[in-house]
Structures are given as structure tokens and as C-alpha cells.
């Protein structure tokens, strides 16, 4: 009775593990409302531009899912000349980079953008250190 006890318990233990192992994205994925949020809190914003950067947050999501459904449907194409197409998409990101922080700039202002681009720069250096040592930044705790 003991013997079975134990290999029961053991059993639950090892089943117990190899279902955590499975389990552990701990990624978080930001919604319009969260960074929001979040950029309220650290850049002391005001109610109204917070509502506009939520709004603005939102529009972007939008359109950055358009995009990635026009990307999806061009696959197959994409596979051909990879390098031109990852140009294109870097491009893309800067311009988009250039936009976004355009308008949040005329919603908060000269001075918390200068503060937020900082915050920014440094979470990713960060992010990049951790990822080039060959671990994952936890994303809960930016």
C-alpha cells in the first residue's frame, strides 16, 4: 500500500511538471487600453490624453492587423526574395515608428514624448541584452 501510494504520488508530481513545462508563455500582449494605461501612469498623463491615446492606440491596432492579414495572404510570394521583403518591412516599421510618434507627440507634448522615448529606449536595450544572452525578458515585470 505504501509502494503504491508513493509511485501515485510521484506519478502526480512528474505529470504536474511536464504540464507547467508545457505552459509557460508568459508573454502579455498589450492592448490599446493597457498602453494607455501604462504610459498614463509612468507620464503622469491627463484623462483626455489618456482617451486620445487610447483612441490612437486602437486605430493602430486596426491597421496594424490589416497589415498582417495582407502579409499573410502574401506568403508565398514573400519566401521568394526574403531580404528585399525584410528591408521593406523594416522600412515600414520605421516610417510607422515616425508616425505613431508624431501623434502621440501632439497629444503629450514635446517634453513627456522626450521622457517616453527614453523610458522606451531603455526597455529595449534591455530587452535586447536579455535576448542576446540567450534568455527571454519576462514581459510582466517592464
Do not use: Y
Not at 52 to 75: D, G, S, T, V, Y
Request: glycine share 2%.
Amino acid at each position: 500500500m505504501k509502494k503504491f501510494t508513493l509511485l501515485a504520488i510521484i506519478g502526480l508530481l512528474t505529470l504536474s511538471f511536464s504540464l507547467s513545462a508545457q505552459n509557460n508563455d508568459t508573454r502579455r500582449s498589450w492592448t490599446a487600453k493597457d498602453r494607455a494605461e501604462n504610459m498614463t501612469k509612468e507620464l503622469k498623463l491627463s484623462a483626455e490624453e489618456s482617451t486620445k491615446l487610447k483612441a490612437l492606440f486602437e486605430k493602430n491596432e486596426a491597421e496594424r492587423a490589416k497589415q498582417i492579414e495582407a502579409n499573410r495572404a502574401m506568403r508565398e510570394e514573400l519566401q521568394t526574395d526574403r531580404e528585399a521583403r525584410r528591408k521593406e518591412m523594416q522600412d515600414m516599421r520605421a516610417k510607422s515608428m515616425v508616425e505613431n510618434d508624431a501623434q502621440i507627440e501632439a497629444i503629450i507634448g514635446k517634453e513627456k514624448m522626450e521622457v517616453w522615448k527614453e523610458k522606451r529606449t531603455k526597455r529595449q536595450d534591455s530587452i535586447r541584452d536579455l535576448n542576446r544572452s540567450g534568455r527571454r525578458a519576462p514581459i510582466n515585470n517592464r
